[in-house]
């Protein structure tokens, strides 16, 4: 058993430094850890597939099926185009109008679609008011982080912690939905006096954005009515899923199935456009962190935690905040909470009582993601598309920014979850 221990904590200890080193794909790395651990007899396949979590691979495949659907509807720039009209130009407003809308898009789309769908028409109107768009899309960075973590389906750890914990969509809402208010007004807040006060453009360029016209960014009329009415329901789905007694990746693919019936659009286009790559990797992962399950690891990591803490709740809900916050600032946040969720889950089996560790987790991995460029997916592609357009975004230059905001964000996610649990 011993020597079995030690091939599970190898295996995982190069997958993951593979994964950060990126000199393998990410997935490569996570599937070829999985081959391996079967074939140095650590897990059987039977094994290997008790450990993956179908529930949050089934939620994954239908929003990014869902997703693919309704932006070929030109919804998501309809939205954008109107929000800067309604700010009338005034590019402060711009900025807030547009970090509003990516934390909601964020709550309820997978953090990087919302990126994509929004730096490029940021990017578009700032040049249209002949400004600098590199403010505008840190903010985006730090609101699609922040907006992520208020929901379900958020961002990918959530998925994971919810599947593990069996936590509702509600659950979410009400218990981390009044932090993530909070954490976003400060966010706005704080972004005025950085950027937002000292933004200025003249009134030919502010007239270029309000002669935009949103009707004309939208590319099937038909399907935009379709999305508007599904989304609804999708969000009432996923608000009654645990009272319905289904889970909530049956929510996510009967939506899919269904927009992909009467959505009309290319159905070999849009699952080939699914990120399969992700899937692998998730499916990979939970097989890797499974082996360390399987022969005691996590249960002996589940010991030390609790006897280095004594056991003590509020001690460990917080000690988890802030590793899940620092860490996930420099590290991919999915394969840390991937390995947290066995451990909290081996802590109840103890008696502990572990409800706020799973929202002292999340909020940990999904905030810190705005530490760095590099914290989470989102961050990556959004400063990519700067970069194409010519404004690049520095390591540095972020770091000024996301780091601090990162502090403040998790010092306001201590005081909530002390005042709420303690």
Request: proline share 3%; glycine share 8%; net charge neutral.
């Amino acid at each position: 058993m011993i020597s079995q221990q030690f091939i599970s904590i190898v295996i995982f200890i190069v997958v993951i430094v593979a994964i950060m080193s990126e000199k393998v794909h990410r997935a490569v790395a996570a599937i070829t850890g999985s081959v391996l651990l079967v074939l140095l007899r650590v897990l059987s396949i039977d094994a290997c597939i008790s450990y993956i979590d179908f529930n949050t691979i089934g939620v994954l495949i239908g929003m990014m099926l869902f997703v693919a659907v309704v932006k070929n509807s030109g919804i998501f720039e309809y939205i954008a185009i109107k929000a800067a009209k309604l700010a009338k130009g005034n590019p402060w407003k711009i900025m807030m109008f547009f970090m509003l809308l990516t934390a909601v898009l964020s709550a309820f789309l997978d953090n990087v679609t919302t990126v994509l769908l929004m730096g490029p028409m940021t990017i578009a109107i700032t040049r249209m008011l002949k400004i600098n768009p590199v403010p505008f899309l840190m903010t985006q960075i730090l609101s699609s982080n922040v907006g992520g973590t208020a929901t379900l389906i958020g961002d990918p750890p959530n998925i994971m912690i919810g599947s593990a914990a069996h936590l509702s969509f509600m659950d979410f809402i009400v218990n981390l939905g009044p932090a993530i208010l909070v954490i976003l007004a400060i966010t706005i807040l704080c972004v005025y006096f950085i950027y937002g006060r000292h933004l200025i453009v003249d009134d030919s360029a502010i007239q270029e954005v309000l002669k935009l016209d949103e009707r004309k960014s939208v590319k099937d009329p038909s399907l935009m009515r379709k999305s508007v009415i599904l989304t609804f329901f999708v969000a009432i789905g996923f608000m009654l899923h645990s009272t319905l007694g289904i889970e909530s990746c049956i929510v996510a693919l009967t939506a899919a199935c269904i927009i992909l019936i009467v959505g009309k659009q290319d159905v070999d286009e849009i699952i080939a456009g699914v990120e399969w790559s992700t899937i692998v990797f998730f499916t990979g992962l939970f097989i890797v962190v499974g082996g360390m399950v399987e022969v005691g690891v996590i249960d002996k990591l589940a010991h030390l935690l609790m006897k280095a803490t004594e056991g003590h709740m509020a001690v460990t809900m917080l000690a988890l905040l802030w590793i899940s916050a620092i860490l996930s600032s420099i590290l991919d946040n999915i394969p840390f909470v991937a390995t947290l969720i066995p451990l909290i889950l081996t802590m109840e089996q103890s008696g502990l009582n572990v409800t706020p560790l799973w929202w002292a987790i999340s909020l940990g991995a999904c905030l810190g993601g705005n530490g760095t460029l590099i914290g989470a997916s989102a961050n990556v592609v959004l400063s990519g598309i700067s970069n194409k357009h010519g404004y690049p975004i520095t390591f540095v230059q972020y770091l000024k920014i996301g780091y601090p905001m990162m502090i403040l964000s998790v010092v306001l996610s201590t005081i909530y979850l002390v005042v709420r649990f303690v």
